[in-house]
C-alpha cells in the first residue's frame, strides 16, 4: 500500500509532465520570427515608388513593439501602406514612421489578389 505523501508525490509528477506536454503541443508552431526588412529615409522611399509608378492602394494602422532600451517594451501605432503597379505587377508592403522620418519594406512581391477568400477558406476551413 502506497502512503498518501508517495500518493501525491507521484501524481504532482504526472500532472506537471502532463502540463509540459499540453504546453509544447499547443504552442510548438508559435514562435518570433525576424525577417529582413529594408529601411531608409521616407522621403527616397516614396520617391523610389513614385519612380517605379506604384500606387498606394490600401492602407492600415498597426501596432508595433520595439525594444525602447532598459528592458521596456514600448508599443506604438504606425501607417502601414500597400503599393501597387498593375502593369508591371509589383507590389510594396511599407510600414512608415512619421516620428523619426523612416519607412520600412516589409514585404514586396508580384502580383495582387483579391479574390483569396476562396484560397484561404479552402485551407484553413475548420474540420
Same mark, same amino acid.
Given at each position: 500500500? $502506497?502512503?498518501? +505523501?508517495?500518493?501525491?508525490?507521484?501524481?504532482?509528477?504526472?500532472?506537471? /509532465?502532463? %502540463?509540459? &506536454?499540453?504546453? =509544447?503541443?499547443?504552442?510548438?508552431?508559435?514562435?518570433?520570427?525576424?525577417?529582413?526588412?529594408?529601411?531608409?529615409?521616407?522621403?527616397?522611399?516614396?520617391?523610389?515608388?513614385?519612380?517605379?509608378?506604384?500606387?498606394?492602394?490600401?492602407?492600415?494602422?498597426? $501596432?508595433?513593439? +520595439?525594444?525602447?532600451?532598459?528592458?521596456?517594451?514600448?508599443?506604438?501605432? /504606425?501607417? %502601414?501602406? &500597400?503599393?501597387? =503597379?498593375?502593369?508591371?505587377?509589383?507590389?510594396?508592403?511599407?510600414?512608415?514612421?512619421?516620428?523619426?522620418?523612416?519607412?520600412?519594406?516589409?514585404?514586396?512581391?508580384?502580383?495582387?489578389?483579391?479574390?483569396?477568400?476562396?484560397?484561404?477558406?479552402?485551407?484553413?476551413?475548420?474540420?
Amino acid at each position: 500500500m $502506497i502512503d498518501k +505523501f508517495t500518493r501525491d508525490l507521484i501524481l504532482c509528477f504526472f500532472f506537471s /509532465i502532463f %502540463v509540459i &506536454l499540453i504546453s =509544447n503541443i499547443a504552442f510548438a508552431d508559435a514562435r518570433w520570427m525576424a525577417k529582413p526588412v529594408q529601411c531608409g529615409n521616407d522621403t527616397e522611399l516614396t520617391e523610389l515608388l513614385e519612380k517605379d509608378n506604384q500606387k498606394p492602394m490600401i492602407a492600415a494602422v498597426a $501596432i508595433v513593439s +520595439f525594444d525602447g532600451g532598459e528592458g521596456k517594451i514600448i508599443n506604438t501605432e /504606425i501607417p %502601414v501602406v &500597400l503599393f501597387y =503597379n498593375p502593369d508591371k505587377k509589383k507590389f510594396s508592403m511599407v510600414e512608415f514612421n512619421p516620428e523619426i522620418n523612416e519607412a520600412c519594406v516589409v514585404s514586396f512581391g508580384g502580383e495582387l489578389d483579391f479574390t483569396v477568400a476562396d484560397w484561404y477558406y479552402d485551407r484553413f476551413k475548420e474540420s
